[in-house]
């Protein structure tokens, strides 16, 4: 008899995860590892939040929050939703979670039975087509091309819909690739839901606030289909509190309470702490607050920076992402290609390629659902930036 459950058996272990263990075990060795895997920023969590978090430990919030997180927390996130989205959420129609993962894991969890069908456009993100297969649930998989900055199309959806369809899952700003939905494309989406009022969306934003081109988009500002998504967003990227793992939903409220009942049974509420200082994070309005505003600024600098670089490594096909910190170029032009012992001939070969190789950690497409491409973060300073970039033009210019 097998002794871990097929369930666990079945489950990848993230290729993000994987791969900057790989790179924090070589440094350990003492090599000169560069990084680009995690998708972290490298800011320090505002000053307001920690002074936040410190005044929550005097005051003694100490103790178990309300599993769906505390009244206040979920009261600033709900004037956060009509701020910045234009979404009307209220606070019972809000849960707190423990990262944004959790939110998603509970969103699938109480959609999806056995068999029902998920649509993920591809690339996507590497912890969806698990979470879903952990569900029981299909993975129905839409190629996007980087001709069309691997953006779904309304014509696509439909044509993927079938009587089985439960839920789509997609991020704007996007991780792997940086791009983001814009009103009227979200609109040609919100068409498509209203002739599928049973199907669900779950629309991830925890990109938001790492958006260069203005304001954040969201599907569910079409009254039409509001009860059809559920808005997932969190913390960890805007305001650079990854480790303090915060993440929400704002869903129609027989999802609320299903991820709560959900939630009191595995995890309850999130640390008491944390929220307490999420609470100063909702106050923060992104078009005035210096914090969310020079770390989007710095980020378009890099952004700019490695758009530049990208482009001058010849068969390398590049697009310049709109939000996030990541780029997702096109590679497979260097598949069949050899130097010393290595032959390329995925993106798994080219990621481990250039790890051993240029010292370079980056991420391969294939865990993203697209296996021509591999995926590189920009949240590192440009020195670092800069050094990562040649060495990877030097590792592939020796490829013949």
């Known amino acids: 008899m097998e002794i871990i459950s097929n369930r666990i ?34 800011f320090n969590t505002p000053e307001v939040v920690k002074e936040a978090a410190k005044k929550a430990i005097d005051e003694n919030f100490t103790h178990y929050p309300p599993v769906p997180g505390y009244a206040d927390l979920r009261e600033a996130i709900s004037k956060k939703f009509l701020r910045d989205n234009g979404l009307e959420y209220k606070p019972e129609q809000i849960v707190v979670s423990t990262g944004a993962k959790q939110s998603i894991y509970q969103v699938v969890m109480a959609l999806i039975n056995p068999g029902d069908e998920v649509i993920i456009p591809t690339p996507f993100w590497v912890s969806y ?21 691997f ?13 089985r369809t439960k839920l ?3 991020s704007s700003p996007s991780n792997p690739t940086g791009m983001l939905y814009t009103k009227e494309e979200l609109k040609g989406i919100a068409e498509v839901l209203e002739r599928h009022p049973n199907v ?20 569910a500002q079409f009254p039409s289909v509001k009860e059809q998504v559920i808005t997932v967003n969190g913390v960890a990227k805007g305001f650079a509190m990854t480790g303090w793992r915060i993440g929400f939903i704002g869903a129609p409220l027989v999802i609320a309470k299903a991820c709560n009942k959900l939630q009191g049974q595995v995890t309850s509420a999130t640390c008491s702490i944390a929220q307490r200082a999420t609470i100063e994070a909702m106050l923060m309005d992104p078009t005035t607050s210096e914090d969310i505003i020079n770390m989007r600024n ?3 600098e890099r952004r700019d920076l490695v758009y530049k670089l990208l482009s001058e490594i010849p068969n390398v096909n590049v697009r310049m992402p709109q939000g996030a910190f990541y780029f997702f170029p096109e590679v497979s032009a260097y598949y069949g290609k050899s130097y010393k012992d290595y032959t390329i001939n995925n993106s798994t070969d080219l990621c481990m390629y250039l790890l051993y190789e240029a010292n370079v950690a980056t991420v391969q497409g294939s865990a993203f659902g ?4 591999i995926r590189l973060s920009y949240a590192t300073s440009e020195d670092v930036l800069i ?4 060495r990877i033009k030097e590792a592939l210019a020796n490829l013949k």
């Open 298 to 300: 710095k980020f378009k």
């Open 9 to 42: 058996l079945q489950m990848s272990e993230s290729e993000t995860l994987a791969m900057t263990q790989i790179a924090r075990e070589l440094k350990s060795q003492g090599k000169d590892v560069i990084s680009l895997s995690i998708g972290e920023p490298d």
């Open 151 to 163: 953006k779904v199309t309304p014509q696509q959806l439909e044509e993927a819909i079938t009587p």
């Open 200 to 219: 669900f969306v779950m629309a991830d934003e925890i990109y938001e606030h790492i958006n260069f081109e203005g304001k954040h988009e969201s599907l």
């Open 129 to 149: 087509k698990e979470i879903v297969k952990v569900a029981e649930g299909k993975c129905v998989y839409v190629p996007t091309k980087i001709e069309n900055d």
């Open 370 to 373: 697209d296996d021509t491409c």
């Open 168 to 170: 789509i899952m997609f």
């Open 387 to 390: 050094e990562a970039i040649r």
